[in-house]
């Protein structure tokens, strides 16, 4: 009987050996990638993080299916629009196959009229605003919008959690913080919630405001603003109220890597996410989270997002023969499944569509609540 079973055994690994993947055999080409990320400057954090979840998809896929083996372009856009620019027209001066940018949402804006002049494919791994994907016909969106992320975070602060009253607290110099603000706003009213006070931080005197504030009624505060001040208006709400925030997403990481005194506050908080630490992922979502936690950026939406933007890319890639402009084109806008680094994902008139996650802040991990689409 245990000899019968092990030939069964030897049987069976001989017929897995059969399903192993045919070995890629190198063509000797390149096709090169553009990378734009800010590397410097006040933003450069995106860049940083983004860069090492892109490096650690080309690791796992460097060869397309027709063995070309695919390698980066990547150019510091100095956090400005400016250098945005300036980067774009040495990407395309370079003849690069497509693009992926880790720049916010101002300064992809500020692209239009180059992405006008060119045909190159980008994909805008980072960039929120809503008119992104609509920017131009060159040009996807991988991260969820601000649309998305405001109408799901008034969602479960009405319906979730079944607050009524809240506190919006924005920084009007930062335009992601204003839209999200604005929006969340918009949406929460439409449920029939009622905003008991819009605090903007980049006004003199401010948190003084907000702790004179009768906060006794508040249970919630959609956040926007930065990470430091996210500290001082938790010190606020911990001494006035038994309340916590709503916060968007990337704060979290941040706050790992910027603050060292207080970040223990953050416990407790929800955040608005494209991914949560203690979500049962692929072994290759394990990898990239040792990765980056060697380089003290666990838990990095930045660098998540850009894992999966290659990935678009790459099946793009191995789908169009001689990497055809026009066809390139309509998968990027158009695809029906694409494996991304936690879920599948799919893109739809250049806008992704995907899960989005509350997660509450627990020992300094992202714990998840609840995903919604």
């Given at each position: ?12 690994g ?38 090492a ?10 060869f ?57 494919p ?43 009253r ?26 029939y919630?009622?905003?008991?006070f819009s605090?903007?931080?980049s ?23 930065g ?8 010190k ?21 890597e910027?603050i060292?005194?207080d ?5 407790g ?30 838990d990095?939406s ?36 694409v ?23 627990e020992?300094l ?9």
């Amino acid at each position: 009987m245990i000899r019968l079973l092990l030939i069964a055994l030897v049987l069976l690994g001989s017929l897995s050996g059969c399903k192993k993947e045919k070995e890629i055999k190198k063509s000797g080409k390149v096709v090169k990638i553009g990378v734009l990320a800010p590397l410097s400057q006040e933003n450069s954090r995106y860049g940083i993080q983004s860069l090492a979840g892109v490096r650690f998809a080309n690791k796992e896929h460097r060869f397309l299916k027709n063995g070309d083996e695919v390698v980066f372009e990547i150019i510091d856009t100095n956090s400005s629009k400016e250098g945005t620019q300036r980067a774009f027209k040495r990407l395309v001066d370079k003849n690069v196959t497509a693009i992926i940018s880790f720049v916010g949402s101002d300064n992809t804006l500020g692209l239009k009229e180059n992405l006008s002049k060119s045909h190159i494919p980008v994909i805008a791994s980072l960039a929120t605003n809503n008119q992104i994907s609509r920017l131009s016909q060159n040009i996807v969106q991988v991260c969820m919008s601000n649309k998305d992320e405001s109408l799901v975070a008034a969602h479960f602060v009405k319906d979730e959690k079944f607050i009524k009253r809240v506190g919006v607290v924005y920084n009007a110099n930062n335009a992601y913080s204003k839209a999200l603000a604005k929006e969340f706003t918009h949406y929460y009213k439409k449920l029939y919630g009622e905003v008991a006070f819009s605090l903007d931080l980049s006004k003199k005197g401010a948190l003084e405001a907000l702790a004179e504030e009768d906060l006794s009624q508040i249970k919630m505060i959609f956040y926007t603003a930065g990470v430091k001040d996210s500290i001082a208006v938790l010190k606020i709400l911990k001494s006035k109220a038994n309340a916590t925030m709503l916060v968007s997403d990337g704060l979290l990481s941040s706050a790992k890597e910027n603050i060292k005194d207080d970040v223990n506050l953050l416990n407790g908080i929800y955040i608005v996410e494209h991914y949560a630490s203690d979500v049962k992922g692929s072994s290759t979502y394990k990898r990239l989270q040792r990765v980056l936690k060697k380089d003290a950026i666990e838990d990095s939406s930045y660098a998540f997002l850009a894992y999966d933007s290659y990935e678009l890319l790459y099946d793009v890639l191995n789908s169009c023969p001689s990497d055809k402009e026009q066809c390139m084109r309509a998968l990027l806008h158009n695809s029906d499944v694409v494996r991304g680094i936690a879920s599948n994902f799919s893109m739809i008139d250049g806008a992704v569509q995907r899960e989005i996650y509350i997660d509450k802040v627990e020992n300094l991990r992202l714990k998840k609540v609840i995903i919604t689409y």
